[in-house]
């Protein structure tokens, strides 16, 4: 058998940040001051209504989502999955998960559509292909950015969360006898005093606790020993960037990365698309997929990973949201 014939093509479409609310369009000091300083290509401004705020986290804009939802209707199954890495709710309050739940787990009535301007995902992967890890947001038990809620994991750790144990968890892949492996971790803060500097912005940092780390860097180790080829999942960057989004402790995770030969990580939260390579780790951060603050940047993704008996490889084509056309159009590749 030709080596052609062994090598496996693995499609995931990336997705991160949505900040599914009760109330959509939902805006706060930091959305609002960033609106004015973008140089935008449209003109679009929020509803006026009763939903603006000081300092409740900023919301989501529904035709953004429901664009997404439909760039993932039209692959029609042409992909392996989607992964969608943090910030799905802009809480983990009831009223705002109810809203992602919808998204995730609703099956639509007509098209990607539960009912007029309610998308869904439902119905575009299999449920076990539509994959969770979650964010700084998902995790705020209340609107004032409280961290620690574990109602999140109660709502869709079945099947969206597979293999999950505590803060980690994974999933393999195989086609045409070759395996590709997922290993996730969930880094939001357990505690507020988890960083010592709160003037810092505490409720948009992570840290990368110890024993979520060493569980992670375990596991991935088990399916390494195997030959498995690894993608890691976070939501936080794990680089350098704003000291209010910072991930405490990221070098030790690009360390392990690096010690562990980790493909690539997927990740979120700074709501820019990025590709950053970190002492020769690859890390592609997605932008957001619906949050207001990306009303005229939000990004999706398509991910490829070639795998042959020359090793894994991996691409990403990006998608930005148009206004003009009502869709997400293709922007480049990196």
């Known amino acids: 058998m030709s080596n052609n014939a062994l090598a496996a093509t693995y499609r995931y479409v990336h997705l991160s940040d949505f900040h599914l609310c009760n109330q959509p369009w939902r805006t706060n000091i930091l959305s609002r001051d960033l609106h004015k300083s973008l140089d935008t290509f449209d003109k679009r401004q929020a509803p006026q209504n009763e939903w603006n705020s000081i300092i409740r986290p900023a919301s989501f804009i529904p035709e953004i989502v429901a664009g997404a939802a439909r760039f993932c209707y039209g692959l029609n199954r042409k992909f392996d999955g989607i992964i969608i890495s943090g910030d799905l709710a802009t809480t983990g309050r009831g009223v705002d998960l109810d809203v992602a739940k919808d998204f995730i787990k609703t099956p639509p009535l007509y098209g990607p559509y539960i009912r007029y301007n309610e998308p869904t995902i439902c119905g575009t992967a299999l449920p076990k292909n539509i994959h969770l890890v979650p964010g700084n947001h998902d995790r705020y038990s209340d609107d004032f950015a409280t961290p620690g809620s574990q109602t999140f994991g109660l709502m869709f750790?079945?099947?969206?969360?597979?293999?999950?144990?505590?803060?980690?968890?994974?999933?393999?892949?195989?086609?045409?006898?070759?395996?590709?492996?997922?290993?996730?971790?969930?880094?939001a803060l357990r505690r507020v005093d988890d960083v010592k500097d709160i003037s810092r912005g505490p409720y948009g940092q992570g840290f990368a606790h110890a024993d979520i780390l060493n569980k992670l860097k375990a596991k991935t180790q088990e399916l390494r020993d195997q030959d498995i080829p690894v993608v890691w999942i976070i939501h936080f960057a794990p680089y350098d960037c704003d000291p209010d989004l910072h991930?405490?402790?990221f070098k030790q995770v690009t360390d392990a990365a690096v010690a562990l030969d980790v493909l690539c990580t997927l990740c979120g939260h700074i709501h820019e698309q990025q590709h950053v390579v970190v002492d020769g780790h690859p890390v592609f951060c997605a932008g957001s997929a619906g949050c207001v603050d990306s009303k005229n940047n939000?990004?999706?993704?398509?991910?490829?990973?070639?795998?042959d008996d020359t090793g894994p490889t991996v691409s990403r084509r990006n998608f930005r949201w148009s206004w003009d056309q009502d869709a997400f159009v293709e922007v480049g590749s990196d």
């Not at 969206?160 to 994974?170: A, F, I, S, T």
């Not at 990004?299 to 490829?304: D, N, S, Y």
């Open 157 to 187: 750790e079945i099947p969206h969360m597979r293999n999950r144990n505590g803060d980690v968890g994974h999933w393999v892949k195989i086609k045409s006898g070759r395996k590709l492996g997922f290993v996730y971790a969930d880094f």
């Open 247 to 249: 991930l405490v402790n």
């Open 298 to 307: 939000a990004r999706l993704h398509l991910m490829t990973i070639k795998i």
